[in-house]
């Protein structure tokens, strides 16, 4: 007997295992690396802006995973808004640490995990390895995050 799987269905099982894939470590590595600025889960701190529970992520639509991969590779400087609070007294570093395949397991933490994006957001770590080869400009970055205000 031949065993036939309908397209859909099998295209549902591969999301689901690269998923599961990619669930459970982001929120470690996202508390050691980013956790410390950023407050637990992504809700912000008084020096650094939350980076869940914002509408920052749905503003920036499909552009969001370059946006945080910008930031994760260059940093980010100058003051901007954060829902109705200023941030800008302090830049941040660029993130180095991390391997890309641990910033991939952080970017999937943040926008799926924290913020109910897909995985269609998720940067690859071809995606960050470039980025950090070549990190955009804060200016670029800063006109990124302008452009859906
Ligand atoms: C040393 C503290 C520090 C660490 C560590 C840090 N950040 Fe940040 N982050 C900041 C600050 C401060 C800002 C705001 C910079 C500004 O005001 O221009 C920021 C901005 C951001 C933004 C832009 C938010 C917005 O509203 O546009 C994102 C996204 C972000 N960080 C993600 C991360 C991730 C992911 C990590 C871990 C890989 C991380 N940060 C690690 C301090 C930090």
């Known amino acids: ?3 036939k799987l309908p ?21 470690t590595l996202y508390e050691a690396t980013c956790g410390a600025c950023h407050g637990p889960g992504g809700v912000g701190t008084t020096s650094a802006p939350p980076i869940a529970g914002t509408d920052l ?7 969001a995973g370059a946006y945080l991969t910008g930031v994760m590779a260059a940093g980010m400087s100058g003051t901007f808004l954060s829902g109705t609070s200023p941030y800008g007294n302090q830049p941040m570093p660029a993130q180095l ?13 943040i926008l799926v995990e924290l913020n109910g994006g897909s995985m269609d957001d998720v940067p690859s770590a071809r995606d960050f390895a470039e980025a950090r080869e070549n990190p955009p400009s804060i200016a670029a970055l800063t006109a990124l995050r302008n452009e859906t205000q």
């Open 1 to 3: 007997m031949r065993l």
């Open 7 to 27: 397209m859909a269905m099998v295209a549902f099982c591969l999301v689901v295992a690269s998923g599961d894939a990619l669930a459970g470590q982001g929120e």
């Open 57 to 63: 992520w749905s503003r920036l639509g499909g552009k």
């Open 97 to 109: 640490s991390p391997s890309p395949e641990d910033m991939v397991q952080i970017a999937y933490y």
